[in-house]
């Protein structure tokens, strides 16, 4: 067996190469190129103490040598990647509701908005600024509709964003996490510049 670009290790007659790899993320990928393709990727590499997935380096700086410059092994950098390519998978299975233009909304994240939000309330997705990692979206329920508000309308949910922050929502998914019980959005790219710690 060979060892995959992605450090996983080749079936038996493969060649390990990136042809045979089936894995989406790889340790010779760009870290920004590794966002693009898996936004939420950036909570992984944050949570292993990789804040600058912003900065200016991402640009030019593999997975790999970001990992490595960050004190990780070989096989850390293995696990890393391969908790990243299962995010991918769970997140390819996952059905979306809404659109590109509006909020992207796992099926996940739905069901449970379906549980909390009363007929005839509305879900306000607000965004606001947070330093120098860019944009902070919340989460709350209102029976309130401003005149600035656009809606939307999900299955039985109805959505309101300020038309003033309507730019930053477009394509963003909402997800829900049952292990940490909690919403979390997904920016379509990272925001932001870079912060503390690279």
């Not at 030019?60 to 299962?86: A, F, M, T, Y």
């Not at 059905?95 to 509006?102: A, I, L, Q, T």
């Not at 944009?135 to 509709?145: A, E, G, P, R, Y």
């Amino acid at each position: 067996m060979g060892e995959h670009c992605c450090g996983c290790n080749a079936e038996e007659g493969k060649t390990g190469t990136k042809e045979d790899c089936n894995h989406l993320i790889n340790k010779d990928m760009r870290i920004s190129e590794v966002l693009s393709k898996c936004p939420s990727a950036a909570e992984i590499l944050m949570n292993e103490g990789v804040h600058c997935v912003g900065c200016h380096a991402a640009q030019w700086e593999s997975l790999e040598d970001g990992l490595k410059s960050h004190g990780k092994s070989d096989e850390e950098i293995k696990q890393i990647i391969d908790k990243i390519n299962k995010l991918v998978e769970e997140e390819s299975n996952q059905k979306m509701f809404g659109n590109e233009e509006s909020i992207l909304i796992t099926e996940r994240a739905l069901n449970e908005l379906k549980n909390k939000v009363d007929d005839g309330k509305f879900l306000r997705v607000e965004v606001t600024m947070s330093g120098c990692s860019g944009f902070q979206f919340s989460l709350s329920i209102t029976d309130q509709k401003d005149v600035n508000d656009e809606l939307f309308q999900i299955e039985c949910l109805k959505i309101i964003v300020g038309k003033e922050v309507l730019g930053f929502v477009s394509g963003t998914k909402l997800d829900f996490s049952p292990e940490k019980d909690a919403f979390k959005f997904i920016a379509p790219t990272p925001t932001g510049g870079c912060c503390g710690g690279c």
